[in-house]
């Protein structure tokens, strides 16, 4: 009965001693024969592992010595990381951190910092995803994280701003900062992104059936009566700040959709000028002044007043430089002309 309890008890027991050649039970059985060379034993070590060649005690089970697995390397014996030679790994992978295509739980788990999938070891690292192309999903939704310019990205492409023909929601989906699209056309990435428009350009007009222009469609961000920018000579105006330098709004007409106006050249000192409402129009004129004669005719007024033989209608339409000068035959419901002074004023000569 006691020699059966002796067998037994020798078939359950791990024998370290007097393992030959390649074969081990335990790590130390590779330290004592290969030192650092080959320091783990690879195999079946502990229970029922035999090395000794005796009666009843043949070798079974036995693992090889072999040398430490370097970093992206499967680990031994399913995850045993004392098989690395840097004592540590992911998911059965030696290693501080994962190598693209292993397997992960985690974006911090992986050397590109995007793990693609969740749960324990369920994912895969991968490459992250340059700009400008799709990004990856989880599940449903677009995950920027998998982009090189980490977490961001706009309607499912990777980067800062989507180049123009890209799809977007909002202006600020763009690198030209324009998204053409209206209203529900731009929700959920309906939009288009698209260049500016330089100034003198039409500017978008999403809204076909109205008169509403998007002006972020223009460089500068601003225009007049449909058209990118100030306008220039020749175009649309509702007043004179929507002209260029140099140009008035001649919009004598009266409306109320506006843009009815056309930009013209600034008129010199002494020209006709146009009537705005029954009233001459200031912007007109060079000098600011476009003076009106009983709503017949009108002219730009110099600075200081008209000289000889200028239209008038009182003697303070008339210049005062240099010594007087007064409106001869002007007054109430008639035009005169500016003159000068005579030595003598007789009949209401009031000129300095």
Wanted: net charge negative; charged share 25%; with cysteine.
């Amino acid at each position: 009965m006691c020699f059966l309890l002796l067998f037994a008890f020798s078939l359950i027991t791990p024998t370290s001693a007097n393992c030959d050649d390649n074969y081990c039970c335990l790590n130390a059985d590779c330290e004592n024969t290969f030192g650092s060379a080959k320091p783990y034993c690879n195999g079946d070590r502990g229970l029922n592992c035999r090395c000794e060649q005796k009666k009843f005690r043949n070798r079974r089970n036995v693992g090889q010595c072999v040398s430490l697995l370097q970093n992206g390397m499967r680990a031994y014996e399913n995850g045993d990381y004392h098989s690395c030679a840097y004592k540590n790994g992911i998911c059965g992978y030696c290693g501080p951190v994962a190598q693209d295509y292993r397997p992960c739980s985690k974006n911090s788990e992986c050397e590109s910092k995007f793990c693609d999938g969740r749960g324990h070891c369920r994912g895969k690292c991968k490459p992250r995803v340059k700009d400008g192309y799709k990004a990856l999903k989880q599940g449903v939704n677009w995950d920027y994280n998998s982009c090189e310019s980490t977490g961001h990205g706009h309607c499912g492409y990777c980067g800062y701003g989507n180049d123009v023909g890209m799809s977007c929601s909002e202006n600020k989906d763009c690198k030209s900062g324009w998204c053409n699209g209206y209203g529900f056309e731009k929700v959920n990435c309906g939009g288009t992104c698209e260049a500016k428009r330089a100034d003198g350009e039409k500017a978008s007009n999403p809204d076909y059936n109205s008169n509403k222009y998007d002006y972020n469609s223009c460089i500068y961000g601003d225009g007049h009566c449909g058209y990118c920018g100030p306008t220039t000579e020749g175009g649309t105006c509702t007043g004179s700040s929507d002209c260029d330098d140099g140009l008035f709004c001649d919009d004598t007409e009266i409306s109320i959709k506006g843009c009815t106006g056309t930009c013209k050249p600034i008129i010199d000192d002494n020209k006709e000028c146009p009537f705005k409402t029954l009233k001459g129009n200031d912007s007109a004129c060079k000098s600011g002044e476009c003076m009106d004669f009983h709503h017949k005719v009108a002219y730009c007024r110099p600075k200081g007043g008209f000289l000889p033989p200028m239209s008038c209608t009182e003697d303070t339409d008339c210049s005062t430089a240099g010594h007087g000068y007064w409106c001869l035959d002007g007054g109430i419901g008639s035009i005169g002309q500016c003159d000068e002074c005579p030595r003598k004023c007789e009949n209401g000569c009031h000129a300095w």
